[in-house]
């Protein structure tokens, strides 16, 4: 059973910046398209960005391009979310899930990481 488990998050300063990791146990993530996904207190889960299972390809919502980068060692079966330039509304719990697909197009969640909690102010 794949199972996912997030780490990295923490209480920041607007500006600031952390990097989440997305760690699999119980089978590998090289086939997985990893995607993610964040909610905030009384909002709708969004999703924030995927990366391909070869890590060839990746995707990003409008609000956080140019400031977040996914990226993924499968060798260590992880994915990171590196987030720079936080702003106070990417307050959220952040989640990674893999995709029932290897790519990011179409699809939905095959498994749910538990979260971590991201809160930035000052």
């Known amino acids: 059973q794949l199972q996912l488990v997030e780490s990295g998050g923490g209480s920041v300063q607007p500006g600031g910046s952390l990097r989440l990791s997305c760690a699999a146990s119980?089978?590998?993530?090289?086939?997985?398209?990893i995607g993610w996904f964040r909610q905030a207190p009384g909002k709708e889960r969004e999703g924030v960005s995927c990366i391909s299972s070869s890590g060839s390809s990746t995707t990003y919502a409008d609000s956080v391009k140019g400031r977040f980068t996914i990226s993924r060692d499968n060798a260590k079966n992880t994915v990171y979310l590196q987030m720079n330039s936080l702003k106070p509304e990417d307050t959220a719990v952040y989640y990674c899930a893999a995709m029932i697909s290897s790519s990011c197009r179409g699809g939905g969640v095959h498994s749910w990481g538990k979260g971590t909690l991201v809160t930035v102010s000052s």
């Open positions: 119980g089978y590998t993530l090289a086939i997985y398209a």
